[in-house]
Every structure is written in C-alpha cells, then in structure tokens.
C-alpha cells in the first residue's frame, strides 16, 4: 500500500539531425501521467487538476527555461551513440 511518484524521461529521434529530436520529461503519480514537458511543444502540458497547476506555475517560472535546454544537453549529446549502436546491430 503506498503511492507511486516517478519521473521518466526519454529522447525520441529516428535520426542524428536536432530537428529530428524530442525531449520528453513526465511525471506520473500512481500509474496516471499527471504534467509534461515536451520539447517539440516547449512548455509543460498538464493532464490532471494537479499537472495542470504544475505546468502553469513551470511555465512561468525558471523551471522552463532550463527544461527548454534539456533536448541539448541530454538528447543531442548522447544520441549519436545510441543511433550508432542500433544501426550496427541492424
């Protein structure tokens, strides 16, 4: 018994070129989505009362400029080695 709260965060890309990334960043709270950051949107997104709260006060604040700096940071950087890797076992 207990709740769950988690955050996930993923780079979706069928290529190298930037224009080809997304970060995204969710967070869930017991099994349900509840505010998003999607880089191709570039704001936080709420799906519940709570996330959409969240996602106002994000937007406003600092929050979302740093999450805007993100897709470089963790996405571009790293992706060529997963896209590398995938296409050599291809």
Not at 37 to 65: C, H, I, M, Q
């Amino acid at each position: 018994d207990g709740f769950w709260n988690y955050v996930v965060t993923h780079c979706d890309f069928n290529s190298t070129d930037s224009k080809d990334i997304t970060f995204i960043q969710s967070y869930y709270y017991n099994k349900l989505e509840i505010v998003r950051f999607d880089s191709s949107v570039g704001r936080y997104v709420g799906y519940t009362e709570l996330g959409v709260k969240n996602a106002e006060a994000w937007n406003s604040g600092p929050e979302v400029v740093q999450m805007r700096n993100e897709k470089e940071r963790y996405c571009v950087n790293n992706v060529g080695n997963d896209y590398r890797s995938a296409v050599t076992k291809s």
